[in-house]
Every structure is written in C-alpha cells, then in structure tokens.
C-alpha cells in the first residue's frame, strides 16, 4: 500500500519531539483523527483527552534522532525521545505495530487534522463542548469515515489480526 492509495491531495505532515532531536514525517492522510476522553488517555496526557491522527505505521517516516519503545500498563507501547520523553507516536496491543497513534500535538501544524471523531465521552470533562456534526461516542464506534474500516483491515489482516464483528478495537485509543 502506497500513500497514494489514499488521498493524493494529502501535503506530508513532518513533527518532532520537544528537544528536536528526533524528527518523523506523516507521508500520508491519516486514517481517522480523534480525541479520546477515556480514563487512560486522561491520565496519560495528563488532559481531560487526548488528540491522536490514527495511521498505517508504514506511513511514518523517522528522519533523525533517537527513539526508544516505552511499554505502559500492556495496553500500549510508545516511541519516545530518550532525552526529552516526548512520544511521536504510540501502539495499541490490541491492534499492532501495523497501526499507530500518532498525538496531534506532535506535528508541526496538527492544526490541518481536526478530529474527525470523538470517543468515550462518557467520562468528559463536563466544559468540554463538542462542536456540532462531529460523531461522538460513548465508548467507541464507526463514525463512517469513508475507507477508514477498509484501511484497518487490511492492516489487521496482514498482520494476523482480526475485529470483532462490531469494529471493536478499531477506533479508541
Ligand atoms: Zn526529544
Ligand atoms: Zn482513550
């Protein structure tokens, strides 16, 4: 699969961590871009949600600097900058290394990836307002995005791994 499989218009997004040591570049449209109001993206952001454009990890390219993997809690891996700690991105156990989470906050302009999608609302902070016409959840669920499920299976299925039939595992973070 190629970047221009998805969405030729896309302009590559590069980010970085806090130091600038380690740099990587979005060659591709993201699958989806969500925010996850789940317990665990609150406390692993330190946030009341975190932000995340969901990707094929073969999209991602490491330009420079060191990075390390960071497992937590064995739901989750991170890349992290070894100086600085900042994560580029983060795996799921449930859906591989074939898929990464890559924070939004660590593009250079996250700006041009609003969420598409927001998850597990059901433990949001309660000033947190949810613009109209974005899909929200109360746990997890499909917000329709077109080819997005197409991309996570194929994904999956070269690695191995199968959704259940409710698309579980295939969007929160
Ligand atoms: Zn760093
Ligand atoms: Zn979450």
């Excluded at 094929?56 to 991170?78: Q, S």
């Excluded at 994904?155 to 595992?169: F, I, N, P, Q, T």
Aim: aromatic fraction near 6%.
């Amino acid at each position: 699969m190629t970047a221009n499989a998805h969405d030729t218009s896309f302009i590559p997004l590069s980010g970085g961590c806090r130091c600038g040591q380690a740099r990587f570049r979005m060659e591709a449209a993201p699958i989806i871009t969500h925010c996850c109001h789940c317990r665990l993206c609150q406390q692993l952001s330190g946030s009341p949600f975190s932000s995340f454009a969901m990707i094929e990890t073969g999209h991602l390219t490491l330009l420079a600097g060191k990075t390390r993997y960071v497992d937590g809690a064995n739901t989750h891996k991170r890349l992290q900058c070894p100086d600085c700690g900042c994560a580029l991105w983060l795996h799921r156990a449930d859906l591989g290394d074939g898929i990464a989470f890559v924070g939004v906050g660590m593009l250079d302009q996250g700006e041009r990836l609003p969420p598409e999608a927001h998850y597990f609302i059901r433990s949001k902070h309660p000033w947190v307002t949810l613009p109209p016409g974005v899909p929200a959840f109360e746990e997890i669920g499909d917000p329709g995005k077109a080819g997005a499920r197409e991309r996570i299976m194929a994904v999956l299925a070269a690695k191995g791994h199968l959704l259940d039939e409710s698309g579980r595992g295939a969007a929160a973070t």
